[in-house]
């Protein structure tokens, strides 16, 4: 469990049933007055789209110039940027390899987000269990994070049966 000060934290998860697939993204911002929480989801996306999507709507939703924690169990979202970005930029958005980046666009907003505000970036073991030190925000997002996926996957529009074999194959 993390203790927290007076800055904000802002607990980012993201869920896909399927990858790709339905997806969720949720956020859990604890203020010292109190936590605020959103979620949403999309039909067709990826696990790594919705956990950035949950930071960008997360840090949407802070004020210019606040102090954040952002706390992720996603190093994929951490790793990007404290990491990775710097170089994409360097080189074109593109990877060491000379691919395009995926996800571009989303790294882009995260980078416009941070840049406006103190943003430190932490990461927790994803869905410990609370008696092995476990994070009770952590739980929270990925519960909500789920839901989106469940709301987005009943409101999708439902595949034909070739995609959906197609699909099943690449996930194997």
Known sequence: ???????????????CLG?????????VLVAPGGTVEDSGGEGETTNNQMELLSAVEGLGA????????VVTDSE??????????R??????????TGAPV??????????QLVGRRTVRW???????ELERGGDEFNHRCDALARAAARQAA???????????????RRSR
């Open 1 to 15: 469990m993390i203790e927290h000060d007076d800055a904000l934290y802002l607990y980012t998860d993201g869920a």
């Open 19 to 27: 990858n790709p697939g339905p997806g969720g993204w949720a956020y």
């Open 62 to 69: 802070t004020a210019l110039g606040a102090d954040i924690v």
């Open 76 to 85: 994929y979202l951490k790793n990007g940027m404290t990491r990775w970005t």
């Open 87 to 96: 170089g994409w930029q360097r080189n074109g958005w593109r990877t060491a």
């Open 102 to 111: 995926k996800n571009q666009e989303l790294w882009q907003a995260l980078l």
């Open 122 to 128: 932490e990461w927790v073991k994803g869905h410990a």
């Open 154 to 168: 009943s409101s999708a529009p439902a595949k034909p049966p070739a995609a959906r074999r197609r699909g099943a």
